[in-house]
């Protein structure tokens, strides 16, 4: 038979279970079946005996579908995004600006090197930004390029003067 918990005391471990019809049973904590303790308004199901309530279980209930809390593609969907990766040319550019500053003679040099290879990876991350990144990584090389071709500017002429 089916019912609800309407009330069970801890203490005397005693407790009312009302069935679908309205008649009530008395139930004792020996009796219980269910999960945890018995609580009241507590779905079960149950064997009535006389005016006493036997083999208190959980009433079972319908198993819900999970729902996702956004949808996720499918695996033909994630292959047609690709992911994103760093730019090839910002790379290059950090990598070229890092070099530059060890060999002071090559500096104009490898850092207009560091230079193109910057604006070339921002025109690359401009283009398909869904597909790459590293724009800090330009921007970085294009500064400390434009840093260190300044330094040596002012680093040579004093040389020269010293000779």
């Known amino acids: 038979m089916d019912g ?10 005693q407790g ?10 008395t139930f004792g904590l020996a009796d219980w079946r269910g999960r945890g303790l018995p609580a009241p308004n507590t779905a079960v199901c149950f064997t009535p005996r006389g005016e006493c309530a036997e083999q208190l279980i959980n009433r079972p209930e319908a198993q819900r579908k999970a729902r996702a809390s956004r949808p996720f593609p499918s695996n033909d969907e994630l292959d047609d995004v690709p992911s994103r990766r760093y730019s090839g ?13 060890f060999f002071d003679g090559q500096v104009p040099l490898l850092g207009l090197g560091a230079a193109v290879l ?10 398909a930004p869904q597909r790459y990144t590293g724009r ?3 921007w970085g090389a294009i500064g400390l390029a434009l840093l260190l071709a300044v330094l040596s500017m ?7 003067h010293t000779n």
């Open 4 to 13: 609800d918990i309407l009330a069970f005391d801890d203490d005397a471990q």
């Open 16 to 25: 009312v279970v009302e069935a679908t019809n309205g008649q009530r049973y």
């Open 89 to 101: 040319f910002s790379i290059a550019a950090i990598s070229l600006a890092f070099i530059g500053m």
């Open 118 to 127: 910057g604006v070339l990876g921002l025109r690359q991350i401009h283009r």
């Open 136 to 138: 800090l990584f330009c």
């Open 154 to 160: 002012l680093v040579e002429p004093s040389l020269q």
